[in-house]
């Protein structure tokens, strides 16, 4: 699996995005790009349901995510708990009509994390001084509406379909987010993730600082 992935021991492919909490990024492009082009792909793919996870589906949510990547590089349990209680549209499921016999009749596929965040972070994100792995209460926007910006924390995909679905979500909340004059913020640390991080239109939120391991900002 190509990987986005920022951990202070490891790294793989792609985009870096946390600190303490390991906050990552996760997909494939060499896969999702092919599928990767907005509401057609989510119009092709109608059958892969996209919503807010809902508390009792976060342990779910963790436990694909640490088969995906191991434990070590994704925020605790807890952490991913606390976020959901702060604002229940931190943390988005992909889910598939399941093929497999059992009491799931949708199959998880992927999850990625677009997390809205205050104006306080938005102005410590702009001054390079903020990662996900540092957010605290003050920094998650009670609402979507209520959001001054938004950070990019995690995105894995289940199979090129799955990561080129994820993607076409990510895009169009990003334009979500433009259209509302919202910033949106990532973290890129390796070579590939640098150059997908300019692939979407993200630049440094300063002139002249080293690119890799430093927020970068859309829009």
């Given at each position: 699996?190509?990987?986005?992935?920022?951990?202070?021991?490891?790294?793989?492919?792609?985009?870096?995005?946390?600190?303490?909490?390991?906050?990552?990024?996760?997909?494939?492009?060499?896969?999702?790009?092919?599928?990767?082009?907005?509401?057609s792909v989510l119009e092709r793919y109608d059958d892969y349901l996209l919503s807010a996870a809902q508390f009792h589906e976060i342990n779910e949510a963790y436990e694909f995510m640490k088969?995906?990547?191991?434990?070590?590089?994704?925020?605790?349990?807890?952490?991913?708990?606390?976020?959901?209680?702060?604002?229940p549209n931190t943390l988005f499921l992909l889910r598939v009509r399941s093929s497999?016999?059992?009491p799931s009749e949708h199959e998880l596929k992927g999850v990625f994390s677009f997390i809205p965040v205050t104006q306080a972070a938005v102005?410590?994100?702009?001054?390079?001084?903020?990662?996900?792995?540092?957010?605290?209460?003050?920094?998650?926007a009670s609402s979507v509406d209520e959001a001054d910006g938004f950070y990019i924390s995690?995105?894995?995909?289940?199979?090129?379909?799955?990561?080129?679905?994820?993607?076409?979500?990510?895009?169009?909340?990003v334009l979500e987010a433009v259209a509302a004059d919202k910033p949106t913020f990532a973290r890129p640390a390796t070579s590939l993730g640098l150059r997908t991080a300019k692939d979407f239109s993200f630049a440094p939120v300063q002139d002249g600082m080293n690119q890799l391991h430093e927020i970068h900002r859309y829009h």
């Open positions: 699996m190509t990987s986005f992935i920022e951990h202070p021991y490891v790294q793989i492919f792609g985009l870096l995005f946390g600190g303490f909490g390991l906050s990552l990024l996760v997909w494939s492009l060499r896969g999702a790009k092919k599928v990767a082009s907005g509401e088969f995906h990547v191991g434990a070590l590089n994704i925020s605790p349990l807890n952490t991913w708990k606390a976020r959901h209680n702060l604002n497999k016999p059992g102005d410590l994100l702009n001054l390079n001084k903020l990662s996900a792995g540092g957010f605290e209460k003050q920094h998650i995690i995105l894995i995909g289940e199979g090129a379909i799955a990561k080129g679905v994820l993607i076409s979500h990510l895009r169009l909340k």
